[in-house]
C-alpha cells in the first residue's frame, strides 16, 4: 500500500478537460469534511479541498459523467510537482492522480 489515496466527497466545480495528443486529461476539486467537537464542546465541521487529476479513460468518464456537486469516490496516489509562474516564481502543486472513480449518489 504504498503512496495510495481513498478520498470520498463532493466535487466542488464542473471539472476541467483538456484534450492532448495522447488523450485527455481532467482536474477537478473535491471537498471532503470532518466532523468533531472541540474543547468547549462545540461541534466544529471543517472542509478541507483537493486537487485531483485524472487521465484517459477514467478522465473521459469524468468528463461524461461527473458535475459540480457530485460525490465521488476516488483512489489514486499523492503527487508534488513545481513549475514556474509568469512572474517567474517556484510554484508547489499537491495532488492525487486517481487510477479509480466511484459515482456515489443519485
Known amino acids: 500500500m504504498k503512496n495510495s489515496v481513498q478520498l470520498i466527497g463532493h466535487v466542488g466545480q464542473d471539472p476541467e478537460i483538456k484534450n492532448l ?6 482536474n477537478l476539486s473535491i471537498a471532503t469534511n470532518e466532523n468533531y ?8 465541521e471543517k472542509t478541507e479541498w483537493h ?6 479513460k477514467t478522465a473521459e468518464i469524468i468528463e461524461k459523467y ?4 457530485k460525490e ?9 510537482r513545481s513549475y514556474d ?12 492522480v486517481i487510477n479509480e472513480i466511484l459515482l456515489l449518489g443519485k
Open 66 to 69: 461527473v458535475t459540480k456537486g
Open 21 to 26: 495528443e495522447n488523450g485527455k486529461l481532467a
Open 85 to 96: 509562474d509568469k512572474e517567474g516564481n517556484k510554484r508547489y502543486v499537491t495532488e492525487v
Open 37 to 44: 467537537t472541540n474543547a468547549k464542546g462545540e461541534k466544529v
Open 51 to 56: 486537487r485531483v487529476t485524472a487521465w484517459g
Open 72 to 80: 465521488v469516490a476516488v483512489e489514486g496516489k499523492l503527487t508534488h
